[in-house]
């Protein structure tokens, strides 16, 4: 029998998972400029570590007065570069709430750093960290996707790693407290309940959904008359085995968002759950506004973390 190579299986194998679990996913937003040009700007920033060396190829001395500007030539390259993103891959931008997808070639798209909105236009010349780096899109590729982009989500790499047509609203509908899972909440979910010495809490109301083969069960909890944090549970439909517990609590970044359609004045569509990445057990999200940090989508799985967006979100 032939003898294995157990370092170099080892190496190969490390490697492989290693590649297989990296899954940078970014936003898109609209940007518009003081001379009203407006496009579509994914920004890289999170993954491109600026140097504030005077000899830093990130951007042109000679533009750093400017709001925006393209990135050519070695200053394109370093940016590729250091984002490990090559010429030949794709772009694909998902709406996973009307399922559409658009792909470019890198190649295709101009890389562009762009002023962040707490930097004042007049007040140049800039520092590099100063500006947003990734690329520009023109506003009339993307006219399948909502208007804002804010249920769209970029991967750029070889394939397209979302699974279209896998994601679901979930549709709540009210429930007698009853029926919440008779479960102990853990230590950390009381902790983070706990958290700014808000000691007193009630329990309010419950909501059930169910989707993709999973039964969603959420129920509020009140600090101060007002919905402090939303305790989630999560059950696989066929087996009744639990596959999710978690706790979203407001933060100094973090407000709870409205469930599906249940404030009729100003309804929303904010919660989903489903299939959204091919080879990525299925995910739950949306149930928190964030003005500091990223959002993150969490997976049905234990055996995955939360995978949190770049969104170079700045303070």
Excluded at 38 to 58: G, Q, R
Excluded at 139 to 168: C, H, M, T
Excluded at 281 to 288: D, H, Q, R, T
């Amino acid at each position: 029998m032939k003898k294995i190579n157990f370092c170099l299986f080892f190496t190969i194998m490390a490697s492989w998972l290693t590649n297989a679990q990296k899954l940078d996913i970014y936003d898109i937003d609209p940007y518009e400029t003081e001379a009203k040009d407006s496009f579509a700007f994914i920004s890289l920033s999170d993954n491109y570590h600026v140097s504030e060396h005077p000899d830093s190829l990130t951007i042109p001395p000679s533009k750093n007065h400017l709001q925006v500007f393209k990135l050519d030539g070695k200053y394109r390259k370093q940016l590729l570069h250091k984002t490990k993103i090559q010429e030949t891959d794709n772009v694909y931008i998902y709406d996973h709430f009307k399922d559409k997808l658009v792909t470019f070639k890198v190649s295709r798209l101009e890389a562009f750093a762009c002023l962040t909105i707490y930097s004042s236009v007049d007040e140049g010349p800039f520092e590099a960290y100063e500006y947003m780096i990734g690329f520009k899109v023109d506003r009339k590729y993307l006219k399948d996707l909502g208007e804002y982009y804010s249920n769209s989500l970029v991967y750029i790499g070889k394939e397209n790693p979302f699974a279209k047509g896998g994601i679901k609203q979930l549709l709540w509908k009210k429930i007698p407290p009853k029926d919440f899972p008779n479960v102990k909440m853990t230590a950390e979910n009381e902790k983070k309940i706990h958290h700014y010495d808000r000691k007193i809490y009630t329990m309010g109301d419950v909501w059930n959904a169910d989707a993709d083969g999973y039964r969603f069960f959420l129920q509020d909890i009140i600090v101060d008359e007002r919905i402090y944090a939303r305790w989630l549970l999560v059950y696989n439909s066929a087996s009744n085995q639990p596959v999710l517990d978690k706790m979203f609590v407001d933060s100094e970044g973090t407000i709870q968002a409205p469930l599906n359609y249940i404030d009729h004045e100003y309804p929303s569509v904010n919660q989903f759950a489903g299939k959204l990445f091919k080879n990525k057990p299925p995910v739950v999200f949306g149930f928190e506004y964030v003005s500091f940090g990223c959002p993150g989508i969490t997976f049905l799985s234990a055996s995955e973390e939360d995978l949190y967006i770049n969104c170079d979100n700045r303070h």
